[in-house]
């Protein structure tokens, strides 16, 4: 008959050996697995500029004005109303206030201020107020004087008064709302400059104050828009350029930086 065909055994001994795989070498402490995404790059800090804090902490042309005459021009108002004394028609600009006891004090306290002499011109005005409380510019240049001298809170209260006398003056609010942000009370201060900018309608100060509050705030968008406002109101403001300028590189937009900076240049 056929030869029978035996099977071939099955078991370990009759399978193929094992292909030897040569061992995976282990990477080194400082190799990146080829497989992991390369790591993204830290981003840079962003360190706000220090911002220039302007009128009237710097000289300016606008502070070498006697504050008296900032009230030139303006409709006479009298103490009776709640506002300034009348303005006279006098061909010497030094005598346009009416010359009571107190508004010739006045005059010379305002000369010992812009002289450098702030504790005499700060005694003056504390005796012109005491005479003449109805002298709403008396309480407004006290609060300057008190300011410089670092009483933030005596400038409030000065302003504080003046506004009792005549809550429609706008340089009252705006020289209080600067003594608030120095003692960084600047939700308040913000509420005064709002108020000085909606009385004062063509003064870019209130609104370059603004803006400065709204970047201590850390608002830096809503301090664009201010400072974009008081260049509407004045196209020559510098410091509204200067500052939206390093407001626009604090937020990553340095073309339009650059275009502030150049308006700036342009105007100093």
Not at 200 to 208: G, K, V
Request: charged share 35%; hydrophobic share 35%.
């Amino acid at each position: 008959g056929k030869p029978v065909k035996t099977p071939a055994p099955r078991g370990p001994a009759a399978m193929p050996p094992a292909k030897q795989q040569d061992p995976e070498p282990i990477p080194a402490a400082d190799d990146a697995p080829e497989q992991m995404p390369e790591p993204k790059p830290t981003p840079r800090p962003r360190s706000r500029p220090k911002l220039p804090v302007p009128f009237p902490e710097a000289p300016t042309d606008d502070d070498a004005v006697p504050l008296r005459e900032r009230f030139k021009g303006r409709a006479d108002r009298t103490p009776q109303t709640g506002g300034m004394r009348a303005r006279s028609d006098k061909a010497d600009d030094d005598r346009w206030l009416d010359q009571s006891e107190a508004e010739k004090m006045l005059v010379e306290a305002e000369k010992l201020e812009q002289d450098g002499k702030l504790e005499e011109a700060r005694d003056k005005l504390l005796q012109v107020v005491e005479q003449d409380p109805s002298l709403v510019v008396g309480h407004l240049v006290l609060g300057v004087v008190l300011r410089r001298l670092g009483d933030f809170r005596g400038s409030v209260e000065a302003c504080t008064k003046g506004i009792e006398i005549d809550p429609q003056e706008p340089e009252l609010y705006l020289r209080r709302g600067i003594a608030w942000f120095h003692q960084g009370l600047y939700g308040i201060a913000l509420e005064d400059f709002e108020d000085a900018a909606g009385i004062a309608y063509e003064d870019p100060r209130p609104e370059l104050w603004r803006g400065l509050t709204l970047i201590e705030l850390d608002r830096p968008l809503e301090a664009i828009n201010a400072y974009a406002s008081a260049i509407r109101r004045d196209r020559t403001c510098m410091l509204a350029y200067l500052n939206r300028g390093l407001t626009y590189l604090a937020t990553d937009e340095p073309r339009k930086a650059e275009f502030d900076f150049n308006q700036a240049i342009r105007q100093k």
